[in-house]
């Protein structure tokens, strides 16, 4: 089953060209594990130096919401 992260992407990104896909979805793991409930600022500012040219970030920044909202859920069901 993919990652929570990776179905975030799925639904919510629907990247383009999907070359910074794999390298902003570690860098939201990252995030996520050490910061569990992320504000889309701080997102925003894990995700820049991943130059994405197709999505203007908005799409990844809601993936990685909606992922971290869906864990969260995970761990307390």
């Known amino acids: 089953n993919p990652h929570p992260l990776?179905?975030?992407f799925i639904i919510e990104s629907k990247p383009q060209c999907e070359f910074c896909t794999p390298a902003m979805i570690?860098?939201?793991n990252a995030l996520i594990n050490t910061e569990p409930e992320p504000t889309e600022d701080t997102i925003r500012k894990n995700l820049a130096n991943n130059i994405c040219r197709c999505?203007?970030?908005?799409?990844p920044v809601k993936a990685v919401l909606k992922a971290a909202k869906?864990?969260?859920e995970a761990l307390n069901a």
Do not use: I, L
């Open 26 to 28: 570690m860098a939201a």
């Open 55 to 59: 999505t203007g970030y908005d799409r």
């Open 70 to 72: 869906n864990m969260k």
């Open 6 to 8: 990776q179905k975030g």
